[in-house]
């Protein structure tokens, strides 16, 4: 079997078994997922949700961000770790897309990763969730679950994500990944792959 139909036959297991493939990050428009997504940086989606709303809710524009106090943002998101910077990124980010993208949350990889505090991974998912473009979230779960399939044998999540991208097909690469962040959570954890409970089980390289 080829690692190109090794991927098909793991994108149509994943959509059975999670057939809603939804970001876990709370967001209702571009500019706050973008926001969601940099906090959640070594930090759980589930933390992220319970402190967006308050987030949300003192600053509801982007030029209420672009003229926040980096101190007050602080103290919002500050369970969320490494509040410091993700703070002063917050503040910058939308800063830089109101000077330089007039006002909206750009949407191509080389753009948005020129965003302070914005790496690739971020990027990717704003390209597919927001402009349904394709793309691959390297995310943990990503990076464990193809290395156990034999999708890639690295770590890198640069070439995690570019081998990908030639694996998977365009129109169902951004779902694959959050559907690999619902089986990383569920069964196939970083602790242990509980490969009696896969719904990849018969193709998947750990496994067999």
Partial sequence: MTKKELALKAVEALKTEYPDALCSLTA???????????LSAQCTDARVNLVTPALF???????????????????????????????????TMAQQIRD?????????????????????????????DIYKKPAVVTDTHLIRLANRIGLVETKDPVKVETALRKLLPP???????????????????????????CCMQEFCKKKI
């Fill in 28 to 38: 209702s428009n571009p500019l706050e997922l973008l926001i969601a997504t940099r």
């Fill in 57 to 91: 809710s003192r600053y509801p524009t982007l030029e209420d961000y672009c003229n926040a106090d980096v101190l007050e943002v602080e103290d919002l998101i500050r369970s969320c770790g490494f509040y410091h910077t993700k703070a002063k990124d917050i503040v």
């Fill in 100 to 128: 330089q993208f007039g006002g909206k949350v750009p949407d191509t990889i080389e753009d948005l990763t020129s965003l302070q505090g914005v790496g690739r991974k971020t990027a990717n998912l704003i390209m597919g």
């Fill in 171 to 197: 129109e169902e690469s951004n779902d694959f990944c959050h559907r690999t962040v619902l089986h990383g959570r569920a069964v196939c954890t970083a602790r242990k792959a509980n490969c009696e409970k």
